[in-house]
């Protein structure tokens, strides 16, 4: 992953705070995690869509269930290390 890439994906406040659920959750069905944020399911889906092509989250199907996961502890890390400046 490019460094810019990440940065830029994290560079909002919705994005951050979609990682962070799904990093509590380990593991969050997308239409569970569509409850937890008062956005609309296309602005959803764009953000989850930009954390996906920079491989800050992976998703994985099953059924008919979109389960998405952070692809490294690393990035939770990275958060943590950015609020602390």
Known sequence: MEAYKI???LGCKWRVEIVKKIAKNKNICL??????????VSTLSRH????????I??????GTSKILSISSRKVMELIKQAEKL
């Open 31 to 40: 239409c569970e995690l569509q409850k937890e944020f008062p956005l609309d």
């Open 48 to 55: 989850i869509s930009m954390l996906k092509k920079v491989g």
């Open 7 to 9: 940065f830029k994906a």
């Open 57 to 62: 989250i992976v998703e994985e199907r099953q």
